[in-house]
């Protein structure tokens, strides 16, 4: 039962169906990606399952609970944390600043919150920029700064979006090496967004093809890159 569970997912913006009717398992230690063409409803989606967007209709159950239109906060502190497509730091807090947000927004104290930082920081190899503003250090590293604070919520289940967008190879290298452990060692489910084809390859347990808000494919990397609807959707013909 320790599942972050989909059903029938509806999220509709007047006539614009940008969920019609997606279901999706995420289990705890595997990486589920979720890709398709822009506009497909990925980042919808994950606005739904996090609570930053109310659905339509469907429902969203973590452990076996009903967790429908629950607020992101509260989704939060039960260990359901997701990070935006484009990054959201305070620029002139200290990265350890900016990932002890991520520890006391679950409920952390200001005092273990900063420690978590610490420790997250450590564990991510990124202990030297502590004390940097956010804003001064590079994009890719601030990138990781996101996922530094992500973790530092201790998260059972993680919600990706895009985290690639915008690194270089080397640093996409980084992100799939991190995921990798935060699957591993952490034992999350992760949940990750990505246009890089390379890093979902690399990375997925299972991928999720969307396109125009329905599923049109499920199934380890190596089928997906060969679905011929998959195909479809990416040539747009
Ligand atoms: P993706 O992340 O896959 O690129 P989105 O989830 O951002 O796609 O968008 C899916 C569809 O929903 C698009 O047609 C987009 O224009 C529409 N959409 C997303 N958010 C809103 C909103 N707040 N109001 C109206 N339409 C929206
Ligand atoms: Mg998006």
Same mark, same amino acid.
């Given at each position: 039962m320790d599942d972050l569970d989909v059903r029938d997912l509806q999220v509709h913006f007047g006539g614009v169906? /940008?969920?019609?009717g997606v279901s999706l398992t995420l289990s705890q230690g595997e990486i589920l990606g979720l890709i398709g063409p822009n506009g497909a409803g990925k980042s919808t989606l994950l606005n739904a399952v996090t609570g930053f967007q109310r659905p339509t209709g469907g429902m969203v159950s973590l452990d076996g609970r009903d967790v429908t239109g629950v607020a992101p906060q509260r989704l939060a502190r039960r260990r359901l944390i997701r990070t935006f497509q484009a990054a959201r730091l305070? %620029?002139?807090?200290s990265v350890a600043e900016n990932v002890e947000l991520g520890a006391v927004g679950v409920g952390g104290s200001r005092r273990s919150g900063l420690r978590t930082a610490r420790e997250v920081l450590a564990w991510l190899g $990124?202990?030297? $920029? /502590?004390?940097? %503003? /956010? @804003?001064?250090? %590079?994009h890719g590293a601030q990138r990781r700064v996101c996922v530094a604070r992500a973790l530092a919520g201790r998260p059972r289940f993680l919600l990706l979006d895009? %985290?690639? /967008? @915008?690194?270089d190879e080397d640093e996409s290298e980084r992100l799939v090496a991190d995921a990798r452990r935060v699957r591993d060692e952490l034992g999350c489910g992760l949940l990750l967004v990505e246009h890089d084809m390379s890093v979902i390859m690399r990375l997925c347990d299972r991928v999720h093809v969307l396109d125009s808000g329905a599923t049109i494919a499920v199934g380890p990397p190596a089928e997906i890159q060969r679905d011929e609807a998959v195909v479809r959707a990416y040539l747009g013909t």
């Amino acid at each position: 039962m320790d599942d972050l569970d989909v059903r029938d997912l509806q999220v509709h913006f007047g006539g614009v169906k /940008a969920i019609d009717g997606v279901s999706l398992t995420l289990s705890q230690g595997e990486i589920l990606g979720l890709i398709g063409p822009n506009g497909a409803g990925k980042s919808t989606l994950l606005n739904a399952v996090t609570g930053f967007q109310r659905p339509t209709g469907g429902m969203v159950s973590l452990d076996g609970r009903d967790v429908t239109g629950v607020a992101p906060q509260r989704l939060a502190r039960r260990r359901l944390i997701r990070t935006f497509q484009a990054a959201r730091l305070f %620029p002139a807090l200290s990265v350890a600043e900016n990932v002890e947000l991520g520890a006391v927004g679950v409920g952390g104290s200001r005092r273990s919150g900063l420690r978590t930082a610490r420790e997250v920081l450590a564990w991510l190899g $990124l202990e030297q $920029l /502590a004390d940097r %503003p /956010a @804003g001064a250090v %590079p994009h890719g590293a601030q990138r990781r700064v996101c996922v530094a604070r992500a973790l530092a919520g201790r998260p059972r289940f993680l919600l990706l979006d895009e %985290p690639a /967008a @915008g690194l270089d190879e080397d640093e996409s290298e980084r992100l799939v090496a991190d995921a990798r452990r935060v699957r591993d060692e952490l034992g999350c489910g992760l949940l990750l967004v990505e246009h890089d084809m390379s890093v979902i390859m690399r990375l997925c347990d299972r991928v999720h093809v969307l396109d125009s808000g329905a599923t049109i494919a499920v199934g380890p990397p190596a089928e997906i890159q060969r679905d011929e609807a998959v195909v479809r959707a990416y040539l747009g013909t």
